[in-house]
């Protein structure tokens, strides 16, 4: 059985970003770029899966310009065996990336398509659910338990209210949520033997997808500052404000 | 121009949420259509007519809609979509499900959790975990739409009831059943519709000591959330995460108890009316963004608080 995982290139979860002062987006320039964390989650889970005996391969794949083959290799040290890297630009639209990522299931017939549930920089949300529209597949979105048998995946989801579980018919997507599991820490070893692993290159065109844009970005702005706050020196000055200043509690 | 809402409710009640997405919807449209899918669900209909701005009201009731899978709504939201210009759903985990498969079966792009109205098609949504505020333009002739919808006001009740209408509604044959469910019952408010909100963090040190917030939550009348991290050592269940990865809520009143106010904290909170945060530690991010501080241990904070109150 095999198992593609999607993985995406962003920012680093615990960097800070700034907004271009043209307003035409925010400076990456520099900074310091690495796998979108529910990816990686994505990616130690099918490798987890594939060591439990479960599945037989593991198939990263991305979609953006040649630096997100960093983030293939990432993918291969913790345990991917192959990687695809369709080459387009990094910041294309959710419905795209979905059409690219269906070509890769058709060609390659994975029984699970494993994605994060949101890219932390465009923070959509999006991509997984519509990949299993496209390709008439069930889904399970935020997923924190993954159980997989030969024809089936049961799978546990962080839903608002609290937790639901989902049986899915394979093939199926499931799109992961933070506490599936702890990604493992890449050993020297892993990181050395995954430069050997293939990566397969291809572009849109090769896939016989033709991107579209549907949006375009008008502006983008820092968030409205919120006025400076004061430090208060007691809960009993604390309690006082709320009551008489902000007038939010009885 | 028309637009479909798709209501947020648990079968019995209405939930808050769905009168935010209409004054969003309101703002985009000159007909509003409200549709209701749940299983006997008649008491949401109803309350769904009630809403000031609703031409009509449209509900599937069908028992497989009781826990709606993301491909069954998308599925009936389809059977009706040709009719709206502007579709628009709550990011909640269920919007979040299901209305991105509406989206790519349309062929048009959804556009996550706005936050704000431009025009009709020119929206407002924040994007690394609310760092910046991106204005996106759609060129699509179907808009659909998540909606952050602490950041709408919810419509008011309206003098005379919309009229309704039932949907036909076939079960699919399914790939995906539901097996079961375990939600979390609280006696308190709900999240997102909470006006106060008191949340934990690591600091509070175990999950025993994270109950110390329920006093002053039951004085208050507050919901209660907990960062990551409270989540992760295991003090609080995972519904009650508030953040980029979890809930968003802006309430009059945010009380933040020992949490150091990481950017993916602060991405679900930050838009509260007032926000007081309680730390040891004077650097702490958290105080960044707080209308109030207080510098203090936040045990003692905590009693001495009750006490007053
Ligand atoms: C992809 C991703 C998504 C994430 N999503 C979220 C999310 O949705 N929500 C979220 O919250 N986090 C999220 N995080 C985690 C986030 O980065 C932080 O790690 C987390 O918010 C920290 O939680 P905390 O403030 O409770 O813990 P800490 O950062 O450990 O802070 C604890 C605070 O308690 C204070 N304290 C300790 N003892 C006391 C005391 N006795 N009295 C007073 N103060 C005390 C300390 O000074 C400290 O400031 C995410 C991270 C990633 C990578
Ligand atoms: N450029 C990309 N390349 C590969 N996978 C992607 C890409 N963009 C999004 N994804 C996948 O889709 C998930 C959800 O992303 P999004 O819908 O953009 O929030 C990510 O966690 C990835 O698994």
Redesign the pocket.
């Known amino acids: 059985m095999k198992i593609l995982v999607a993985v995406k290139r962003t920012i680093d979860?615990?960097v800070k970003v700034r907004v271009r002062s043209d307003n035409t987006g925010v400076d990456l320039a520099n900074l310091k770029m690495a796998m979108?964390?529910?990816c990686e989650i994505a990616v130690e889970e099918a490798v987890r899966l594939k060591e439990k005996g479960l599945a037989t391969e593991v198939i990263a794949v991305t979609i953006g310009s040649d630096k997100a083959q960093e983030q293939l290799r990432e993918a291969m040290a913790l345990g991917a065996d192959r990687s695809i890297h369709i080459q387009a630009g990094d910041e294309l639209e959710p419905l795209n990336i979905a059409k690219l990522l269906k070509a890769v299931v058709l060609k390659e017939q994975p029984s699970l398509v494993l994605l994060g549930k949101q890219s932390?920089d465009s923070d959509n949300n999006q991509v997984g659910q519509m990949l299993a529209a496209l390709c008439d597949m069930p889904q399970a979105t935020f997923a924190s338990r993954v159980e997989l048998s030969s024809d089936k995946v049961v799978v546990s989801r962080e839903v608002d209210g609290g937790e639901q579980v989902l049986s899915l018919q394979l093939p199926s997507v499931v799109t992961t949520d933070?506490r599936l599991n702890e990604p493992r820490f890449k050993k020297l070893p892993e990181i050395m033997k995954a430069r050997k692993k293939p990566i397969e290159v291809v572009t849109p065109a090769q896939l016989g997808v033709e991107i579209k844009s549907h949006l375009t970005v008008v502006s983008v702005i820092d968030p409205p500052p919120r006025k400076a706050g004061v430090i208060v020196k007691t809960a009993a000055e604390l309690v006082d404000k709320l009551r008489n200043e902000a007038k939010v509690i009885a | 121009m028309k637009a479909l809402v798709i209501a947020e409710h648990d079968n019995q009640k209405l939930k808050a949420a769905t009168r935010a997405l209409v004054t969003a919807a309101l703002q985009t449209a000159d007909q509003v259509d409200v549709l209701v899918a749940g299983s006997a669900c008649g008491a949401v209909v109803t309350a769904a007519t009630r809403i000031a701005g609703v031409s009509s009201v449209r509900f599937a009731d069908h028992d497989s809609l009781g826990h709606p899978l993301a491909e069954a709504l998308a599925a009936l939201v389809l059977t009706i979509s040709a009719e709206y210009e502007f579709i628009l759903a709550a990011a909640t985990t269920t919007g979040k499900s299901f209305l991105p498969r509406v989206a790519a079966l349309l062929d048009v792009a959804q556009i996550s959790e706005i936050t704000a109205v431009v025009d009709r098609s020119t929206f407002v949504r924040p994007i690394y975990?609310g760092s910046a505020l991106a204005t996106i333009r759609s060129s699509d002739t179907i808009k659909i739409m998540t909606v952050r919808t602490s950041a709408f006001a919810e419509a008011t009740d309206a003098a005379v009831a919309a009229p309704v209408a039932a949907l036909e509604f076939k079960p699919l044959a399914g790939k995906a059943t539901f097996v079961s469910e375990n939600l979390a019952t609280s006696s308190r408010p709900d999240l997102a519709a909470a006006r106060v909100v008191i949340?934990?963090?690591?600091?509070?040190?175990s999950a025993e000591n994270f109950r110390l917030l329920d006093k002053l939550a039951d004085k208050l009348g507050a919901g209660i959330g907990?960062?990551?991290?409270?989540?992760?050592s295991g003090y609080a269940p995972n519904d009650m995460?508030?953040?980029?990865?979890?809930?968003v809520v802006a309430p009059d009143l945010y009380i933040?108890?020992?949490?150091?106010?990481?950017?993916?904290?602060l991405?679900?909170m930050k838009d509260s009316k007032v926000i007081v945060a309680?730390?040891?530690?004077a650097e702490?991010p958290?105080f960044q963004v707080a209308d109030y501080g207080l510098v203090?241990?936040?045990?003692?904070?905590l009693q001495e608080m009750e006490a007053l109150l």
């Open positions: 979860a615990y979108n964390p529910f932390i933070l | 975990a949340s934990g963090g690591r600091g509070l040190g907990a960062s990551r991290a409270a989540v992760d995460q508030i953040g980029q990865t979890g809930k933040a108890i020992g949490i150091s106010g990481a950017i993916q904290h991405a679900g309680i730390n040891k530690d702490a958290i203090a241990d936040l045990f003692t904070a």
